[in-house]
């Protein structure tokens, strides 16, 4: 069996590596903030999206919130059990649930507000407000790109 690491992009220089290094540097204030209330990232961002949306069809929130819907199914039960959210039939479809947030929900995202804010500020500081934004705008752009596409390769020594 060969070994051609030639062909790879030193971990160091590897965009998927990258982009995990800069979620866990970005997340771990958050995470500290989460811990205190014992709700998971998870739960935090289905909060957020249907605080911020409204009521809304599961799938929505799945890809709003960047969760598998059979793992979202399964955060939903728990979240209705612990009172943060109810899920009741759609009027069209009643095969489809709709997700409102609680009051206790709400609750704890205004509770969370001020710290989130504030950890975002910070990071604003430290990276520069223009560069976040750009780095959004970057990142947006990559999640729209059809990587399944066959693309035009005109520089070599990009491989993930």
Same mark, same amino acid.
């Given at each position: 069996?060969?070994? #051609?690491? *030639?062909?790879?992009?030193?971990?160091?220089?590897?965009?998927?590596?990258?982009?995990?290094?800069?979620?866990?540097?970005?997340?771990?204030?958050?995470?500290?903030?989460?811990?205190?209330?014992?709700?998971?990232?998870?739960?935090?961002?289905?909060?957020?999206?249907?605080?911020? *949306? +409204?009521?809304?069809?599961?799938?929505?929130?799945?890809?709003?919130?960047?969760?598998?819907?059979?793992?979202?199914?399964?955060?939903?039960?728990?979240?209705?059990?612990? +009172?943060?959210?109810?899920?009741?039939? +759609?009027?069209?479809?009643?095969?489809?649930?709709?997700?409102?947030?609680?009051?206790?929900?709400?609750?704890?995202?205004?509770?969370?507000?001020?710290? *989130?804010?504030?950890?975002?500020?910070?990071?604003?500081?430290?990276?520069?407000?223009?560069?976040?934004?750009?780095?959004? #705008?970057?990142?947006?752009?990559?999640?729209?790109?059809?990587?399944?596409?066959?693309?035009?390769?005109?520089?070599?020594?990009?491989?993930?």
């Amino acid at each position: 069996m060969t070994n #051609d690491r *030639s062909k790879l992009t030193q971990t160091a220089r590897s965009l998927p590596i990258a982009l995990l290094r800069a979620r866990e540097t970005v997340m771990g204030p958050y995470r500290e903030m989460l811990s205190e209330t014992g709700i998971s990232e998870q739960k935090w961002r289905v909060l957020r999206v249907v605080s911020e *949306s +409204g009521p809304m069809e599961q799938t929505a929130i799945a890809s709003a919130a960047c969760l598998m819907l059979p793992s979202l199914t399964r955060i939903l039960s728990a979240m209705e059990k612990d +009172g943060l959210l109810t899920r009741h039939p +759609g009027t069209k479809d009643r095969r489809k649930s709709i997700v409102t947030i609680s009051t206790k929900g709400q609750t704890l995202i205004n509770d969370h507000a001020a710290r *989130s804010a504030e950890i975002t500020q910070q990071l604003h500081a430290r990276f520069g407000s223009d560069r976040i934004s750009q780095l959004l #705008d970057l990142l947006e752009d990559l999640k729209d790109a059809d990587l399944t596409a066959t693309p035009d390769i005109t520089t070599k020594g990009h491989t993930p």
